[in-house]
């Protein structure tokens, strides 16, 4: 079993659908937990990024972390064709160097 | 101009060749690192490294070896290349363990 669960998809919804990524994780040291989004032929960039459980918001993205469950989320707001991309969520032990990733979500925003 | 640059892009080589990707950057980070992302399986670390005297394997370092020639360079060898070694393969930067990294464009390489 993987460290880090995410479902690959492809997910694809029309223009202005909320969206919502999932990644579920085994290993209960995981403090640190960002989103990367990588567009097509690109390197990742950080979207979001959270430590411990809550919530966080920037924009039209919200980050969720549940640790009693070890689920995190990424939900998207009135989504946008420019938001169509790969969508992949890494976490880290406090203090630890590697950065475990999921397998990433494609994602398609239909106009 | 992209702060971590990858060279090449894309690469294709026969089975048994020496080839290195190269990465440089120009954000003043310490610590860099070498990925390769395969459908399905996600990012997987294969080295990384905290300074210019620091050199740590990564999850999948077999049957690659890496240089650290300066502070801001970083390159990533596979000494006899075989196919199941074709894969996006992505060198990053940070400043600190617990800060963002940031990624180069990737280089494409595919061996035959």
């Known amino acids: 079993q993987k460290e880090v669960e995410q479902d690959p998809g492809p997910l694809s919804v029309p223009e202005g659908a909320i969206v919502s990524l999932n990644c579920t994780y085994s290993?209960?040291?995981?403090?640190?937990f960002m989103w990367y989004r990588q567009y097509s032929r690109k390197g990742p960039e950080l979207l979001m990024y959270t430590y411990s459980s809550g919530n966080k918001e920037d924009g039209r993205f919200t980050a969720q972390v549940d640790k009693s469950s070890k689920y995190i989320s990424l939900f998207i707001r009135d989504s946008q064709p420019s938001d169509s991309a790969t969508y992949l969520c890494a976490m880290r032990p406090r203090g630890a160097q590697k950065l475990v990733f999921g397998q990433g979500t494609r994602l398609t925003i239909n106009p | 101009d992209a702060d971590v640059t990858q060279t090449p892009r894309n690469r294709i080589t026969k089975t048994g060749k020496r080839i290195m990707l190269e990465c440089s950057q120009t954000?003043?980070?310490?610590?860099m690192y070498w990925y390769r992302q395969d459908p399905g399986l996600g990012l997987r670390l294969i080295y990384y490294s905290f300074d210019v005297k620091d050199i740590n394997k990564g999850e999948i370092s077999d049957g690659y070896s890496v240089s650290r020639q300066a502070q801001a360079k970083f390159s990533l060898s596979l000494e006899s290349a075989i196919p199941n070694q074709t894969a996006l393969y992505f060198c990053?930067?940070?400043?600190?363990?617990?800060?963002?990294?940031?990624f180069g464009q990737g280089t494409r390489l595919t061996v035959v």
């Open positions: 990053a930067t940070s400043r600190a363990v617990n800060t963002e990294a940031f």
């Open positions: 290993n209960s040291a995981f403090q640190y």
């Open positions: 954000k003043g980070h310490d610590r």
